[in-house]
């Protein structure tokens, strides 16, 4: 097969094959060299060079990775990791050999409903019903599929913090759709591409000029892959993308926002779409110290951080790996002796509580937000 | 293929198991690859595939991170390759200050558990955030701590090692350590390890012949000199500012009068020697030994190749060089320019000096590598009788050693 994106033929001639990227969770719970960093990039020149026509299991063993960056976190010759994953797959999609049977399903699941849960899109919005929402505002709530769908309570919170602060902002409901991350991910630019022309369209009719999300996938795919997107499509790019938690600690730091104490103790698991690819590790620590918690670190934190098992739709795919990945963390977690976990991820939360089985509880930062929030000033900000 | 020991012989996996860290131009097509890949996850495991190989006749490579650049991992006559990768236990007896390991282990890994309870590896490779245990030993390489501790194996007491013979466990270390496992698999180590203690780099702008006194005046516990070109080529991939003079940096728990924040920069960049990669993309490597009071002299004669070049410090007054010249792996040039290597050595032995290792590709190098060979080829052939572990390395024989000998005459 050919291998032709430019990033991918330039990068793996830079790899030394030093493995210090075996920090990777795929790889820590495989242990073959098919499933490591190393032995992806390998493949791929392998590829380049003529030497190896990856077979459908070799392009199984490149999926079996969530994306979630920490090989890139410690690589010896600084190769955008993250990219060239990303952009390999879209090479075996174009080459016929992916997607993968469960994301091509998802995929056409998506295209019919705008997500990838194969619900209907009339109900994107039903998790909002007694919420009143303007047609217009510089501000729109950006829920995601995942909040909008299986952890509602997340949206909810997101919605009644944003009313109490008193916040002008705008929901796009059924217009909304996915945000495309599961399909950059997984090598499926086209439909992603789809997805960003109708949310862009929506956002400009309404007025926007700041996105929140509380989904930190949909977070770096709006402000990361968007922008990029935006130029390669010509479309002008002129929004601002934050995540919740950075609209919480400007409230914070602004004086418009207090809490009622706990004294829980409690440990932050970064979710990689938050830390290792768009690099916000302190506000959400910062702002659980200020809601009176004792945060403790688990022994893998911040760039270290080790990944939920969720992502690059290997939950979607490889359900046994995600959660062997997830347990990992929650051992990690229980060896805190927190209290519970908190994160910043509706998939984050949602994965994490199904590989802990109860033995310890997460909760997303949103919802205690939402329940200690005492507004100062609920004038509109 | 044997029941209950991790296997695969899938195309994928045996081909991403039949290299290591080097490019070389050329001889690639003489090699084999593995015909399948164990993960042993205990002793026993290793046992019952060394019966399986001899019954079969099939050749045995051990293989740890391989990280390694010499070809010791590359399966050249195929065989099954025997990863380390399940075995990586390990004890420590804060008592006796021993290390007692599995050959899997990661040195950093280890090294983080060992700092919990005070104490600090005597020894590491500046590969520690991925080479083994067994890699190492079996490599018999030096880096960090060398200059106080000298190579692995003066730090390793015990083996225990697996042959067609069965388990052995052994404190002639000589059989083993730099023997790439051309003589058994190591399957258990016991190693020094020293009580920690706060340490400081500091950096030093001198030239080669000043940077030897210096480092052999005091007694130091590891120091490593980096040259102009050599700095000037991490500058340019680290975004670093260094200024690009010739620099020592001696780490000691004694207070010298060198620049610290500068000696910690470069301290602390000690695990990304390669990182300037990027420059070629591509590297061309040498890597020699001599006595410390030819540096000077070996960096002037290698001057004229643009290579940077690192050097560790050893004790007895001797020091390891390296040195890469960043060229791309993709341009017909390429090939030819491994003359570097080859010249590079050249002069070194011209100089006292002679090869950081044997493996693949320098297998002829062996009998100046060790001083006992005669004693370890008689070895070899009674543990090994048809050369199943570990083929082709360290001892000299067919194709690859013909050709590597050819390249040196030009
Ligand atoms: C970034 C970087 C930095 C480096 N720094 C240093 C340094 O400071 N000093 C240095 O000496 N080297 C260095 N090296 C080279 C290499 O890392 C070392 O030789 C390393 O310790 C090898 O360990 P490994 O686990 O990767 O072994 P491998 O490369 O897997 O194996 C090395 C040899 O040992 C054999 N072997 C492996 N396991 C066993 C076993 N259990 N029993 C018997 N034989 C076995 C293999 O067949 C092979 O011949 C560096 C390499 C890199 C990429
Ligand atoms: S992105 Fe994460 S899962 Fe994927 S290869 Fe890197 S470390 Fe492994
Ligand atoms: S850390 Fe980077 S350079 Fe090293 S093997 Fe992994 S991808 Fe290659």
Same mark, same amino acid.
């Given at each position: 097969?050919?291998?032709?994106?430019?990033?991918?033929?330039?990068?793996?001639?830079?790899?030394?094959?030093?493995?210090?990227?075996?920090?990777?969770?795929?790889?820590?719970?495989?242990?073959?060299?098919?499933?490591?960093?190393?032995?992806?990039?390998?493949?791929?020149?392998?590829?380049?060079?003529?030497?190896?026509?990856?077979?459908?299991?070799?392009?199984?063993?490149?999926?079996?990775?969530?994306? $979630?960056?920490?090989?890139?976190?410690?690589?010896?010759?600084?190769?955008?990791?993250?990219?060239?994953?990303?952009?390999?797959?879209?090479?075996?999609?174009?080459?016929?050999?992916?997607?993968?049977?469960?994301?091509?399903?998802?995929?056409?699941?998506?295209?019919?409903?705008?997500?990838?849960?194969?619900?209907?899109?009339?109900?994107?919005?039903?998790?909002?019903?007694?919420?009143?929402?303007?047609?217009?505002?510089?501000?729109?709530?950006?829920?995601? $599929?995942?909040?909008? &769908?299986?952890?509602?309570?997340?949206?909810?919170?997101?919605?009644?913090?944003?009313?109490?602060?008193?916040?002008?902002?705008?929901?796009?409901?059924?217009?909304?759709?996915? $945000?495309?991350?599961?399909?950059?991910?997984?090598?499926?630019?086209?439909?992603?591409?789809?997805?960003?022309?109708?949310?862009?369209?929506?956002?400009?009719?309404?007025?926007?000029?700041?996105?929140?999300?509380?989904?930190?996938?949909? &977070?770096?795919?709006?402000?990361?892959?968007?922008?990029?997107?935006?130029?390669?499509?010509? &479309?002008?790019?002129?929004?601002?993308?934050?995540?919740?938690?950075?609209?919480?600690?400007?409230?914070?730091?602004?004086?418009?926002?207090?809490?009622?104490?706990?004294?829980?103790?409690?440990?932050?698991?970064?979710?990689?779409?938050?830390?290792?690819?768009?690099?916000?590790?302190?506000?959400?620590?910062?702002?659980?110290?200020?809601?009176?918690?004792?945060?403790?670190?688990?022994?893998?934190?911040?760039?270290?951080?080790?990944?939920?098992?969720?992502?690059?739709?290997?939950?979607?795919?490889?359900?046994?790996?995600?959660?062997?990945?997830?347990?990992?963390?929650?051992?990690?977690?229980?060896?805190?002796?927190?209290?519970?976990?908190?994160?910043? $991820?509706?998939?984050?939360?949602?994965?994490?509580?199904?590989?802990?089985?109860?033995?310890?509880?997460?909760?997303?930062?949103?919802?205690?937000?939402?329940?200690?929030?005492?507004?100062?000033?609920?004038?509109?900000? | 293929?044997?029941?209950?020991?991790?296997?695969?012989?899938?195309?994928?996996?045996?081909?991403?198991?039949?290299?290591?860290?080097?490019?070389?131009?050329?001889?690639?097509?003489?090699?084999?690859?593995?015909?399948?890949?164990?993960?042993?996850?205990?002793?026993?495991?290793?046992?019952?595939?060394?019966?399986?190989?001899?019954?079969?006749?099939?050749?045995?490579?051990?293989?740890?991170?391989?990280?390694?650049?010499?070809?010791?991992?590359?399966?050249?006559?195929?065989?099954?390759?025997?990863?380390?990768?399940?075995?990586?236990?390990?004890?420590?007896?804060?008592?006796?200050?021993?290390?007692?390991?599995?050959?899997?282990?990661?040195?950093?890994?280890?090294?983080?558990?060992?700092?919990?309870?005070?104490?600090?590896?005597?020894?590491?490779?500046?590969?520690?955030?991925?080479?083994?245990?067994?890699?190492?030993?079996?490599?018999?390489?030096?880096?960090?701590?060398?200059?106080?501790?000298?190579?692995?194996?003066?730090?390793?007491?015990?083996?225990?090692?697996?042959?067609?013979?069965?388990?052995?466990?052994?404190?002639?270390?000589?059989?083993?350590?730099?023997?790439?496992?051309?003589?058994?698999?190591?399957?258990?180590?016991?190693?020094?390890?020293?009580?920690?203690?706060?340490?400081?780099?500091?950096?030093?702008?001198?030239?080669?012949?000043?940077?030897?006194?210096?480092?052999?005046?005091?007694?130091?516990?590891?120091?490593?000199?980096?040259?102009?070109?050599?700095?000037?080529?991490?500058?340019?991939?680290?975004?670093?500012?260094?200024?690009?003079?010739?620099?020592?940096?001696?780490?000691?728990?004694?207070?010298?009068?060198?620049?610290?924040?500068?000696?910690?920069?470069?301290?602390?960049?000690?695990?990304?020697?390669?990182?300037?990669?990027?420059?070629?993309?591509?590297?061309?490597?040498?890597?020699?030994?001599?006595?410390?009071?030819?540096?000077?002299?070996?960096?002037?004669?290698?001057?004229?190749?643009?290579?940077?070049?690192?050097?560790?410090?050893?004790?007895?007054?001797?020091?390891?060089?390296?040195?890469?010249?960043?060229?791309?792996?993709?341009?017909?040039?390429?090939?030819?320019?491994?003359?570097?290597?080859?010249?590079?050595?050249?002069?070194?032995?011209?100089?006292?000096?002679?090869?950081?290792?044997?493996?693949?590709?320098?297998?002829?190098?062996?009998?100046?590598?060790?001083?006992?060979?005669?004693?370890?080829?008689?070895?070899?052939?009674?543990?090994?009788?048809?050369?199943?572990?570990?083929?082709?390395?360290?001892?000299?024989?067919?194709?690859?050693?013909?050709?590597?000998?050819?390249?040196?005459?030009?």
């Amino acid at each position: 097969m050919k291998m032709d994106n430019s990033l991918v033929n330039n990068e793996v001639f830079v790899c030394v094959q030093c493995h210090y990227c075996r920090v990777c969770p795929a790889y820590s719970v495989l242990k073959w060299e098919s499933v490591s960093p190393r032995g992806r990039i390998y493949m791929l020149k392998g590829i380049i060079k003529g030497e190896i026509e990856p077979d459908g299991e070799a392009v199984e063993d490149f999926y079996k990775c969530t994306t $979630c960056g920490a090989c890139e976190a410690v690589c010896q010759t600084s190769i955008p990791l993250i990219d060239v994953w990303e952009r390999a797959r879209a090479e075996f999609v174009n080459s016929g050999k992916a997607p993968l049977p469960v994301h091509k399903k998802l995929r056409d699941v998506a295209k019919k409903n705008g997500n990838p849960y194969g619900e209907k899109r009339g109900e994107r919005g039903r998790w909002a019903e007694g919420y009143e929402f303007k047609s217009g505002a510089e501000m729109i709530y950006f829920a995601g $599929c995942t909040a909008s &769908y299986r952890m509602t309570e997340l949206a909810r919170s997101t919605v009644e913090f944003l009313n109490k602060m008193g916040i002008d902002f705008t929901y796009a409901e059924e217009d909304e759709h996915c $945000c495309g991350s599961p399909f950059l991910r997984t090598g499926q630019r086209d439909i992603a591409y789809q997805f960003f022309r109708k949310n862009y369209e929506e956002w400009r009719e309404r007025g926007v000029k700041t996105i929140v999300t509380t989904c930190s996938g949909c &977070y770096r795919t709006i402000a990361k892959d968007y922008p990029e997107i935006a130029r390669e499509l010509g &479309y002008k790019w002129d929004f601002k993308v934050i995540h919740t938690v950075h609209l919480i600690k400007e409230l914070v730091d602004g004086g418009k926002l207090e809490f009622e104490k706990s004294n829980d103790r409690v440990t932050f698991h970064d979710p990689c779409h938050l830390g290792r690819h768009m690099k916000v590790y302190d506000e959400p620590r910062e702002i659980l110290r200020k809601m009176g918690y004792e945060v403790v670190e688990m022994e893998h934190t911040k760039e270290e951080s080790l990944c939920c098992g969720a992502g690059g739709g290997v939950k979607s795919q490889f359900k046994d790996l995600a959660m062997e990945i997830g347990k990992i963390r929650i051992d990690e977690a229980l060896k805190t002796d927190a209290d519970f976990v908190v994160s910043a $991820c509706p998939f984050c939360k949602l994965h994490l509580n199904q590989a802990g089985e109860g033995k310890i509880h997460v909760r997303d930062i949103v919802e205690l937000v939402n329940e200690r929030a005492k507004p100062l000033n609920t004038g509109k900000t | 293929m044997i029941e209950g020991v991790p296997f695969r012989d899938d195309f994928l996996e045996r081909y991403l198991c039949s290299h290591d860290v080097s490019s070389p131009p050329l001889i690639k097509r003489f090699f084999k690859i593995a015909d399948g890949v164990f993960q042993p996850e205990k002793e026993e495991d290793v046992l019952r595939i060394l019966k399986f190989a001899e019954k079969k006749k099939i050749p045995v490579i051990p293989r740890g991170a391989a990280t390694s650049g010499y070809g010791g991992v590359i399966p050249v006559r195929g065989g099954f390759v025997v990863d380390f990768t399940r075995m990586d236990r390990f004890e420590i007896d804060e008592d006796g200050r021993i290390l007692v390991s599995e050959p899997g282990a990661v040195w950093w890994d280890i090294e983080r558990e060992l700092n919990k309870k005070g104490l600090t590896l005597r020894v590491y490779p500046t590969s520690a955030f991925s080479s083994t245990v067994g890699g190492w030993i079996a490599q018999n390489g030096y880096g960090v701590g060398s200059l106080a501790y000298g190579s692995i194996a003066e730090n390793v007491t015990r083996l225990r090692v697996a042959d067609f013979r069965g388990v052995n466990e052994t404190e002639n270390i000589h059989l083993y350590a730099g023997l790439e496992g051309t003589t058994g698999m190591i399957t258990k180590a016991w190693i020094e390890v020293k009580e920690f203690e706060e340490m400081q780099a500091y950096a030093f702008h001198v030239s080669p012949e000043k940077a030897v006194k210096l480092v052999f005046s005091s007694d130091s516990y590891s120091a490593l000199f980096l040259d102009e070109k050599y700095i000037r080529m991490k500058n340019s991939v680290h975004s670093t500012q260094i200024p690009e003079k010739d620099t020592l940096v001696v780490v000691s728990k004694k207070k010298l009068d060198g620049d610290e924040s500068l000696g910690n920069e470069i301290w602390e960049a000690r695990f990304y020697p390669m990182k300037i990669k990027r420059l070629g993309p591509g590297i061309i490597p040498a890597e020699v030994i001599i006595p410390s009071e030819r540096l000077s002299e070996y960096l002037q004669r290698i001057s004229g190749w643009n290579a940077g070049s690192e050097v560790w410090f050893i004790k007895e007054k001797l020091c390891a060089v390296l040195s890469f010249l960043p060229w791309d792996e993709r341009k017909a040039s390429y090939t030819y320019q491994w003359r570097f290597a080859v010249k590079a050595l050249k002069t070194a032995k011209k100089l006292g000096g002679r090869s950081y290792s044997s493996g693949l590709y320098l297998s002829r190098e062996s009998k100046e590598i060790f001083p006992g060979y005669n004693e370890l080829l008689r070895f070899k052939k009674e543990v090994d009788p048809h050369n199943l572990l570990n083929p082709v390395k360290v001892f000299p024989s067919g194709i690859i050693s013909k050709i590597m000998a050819l390249a040196g005459v030009f």
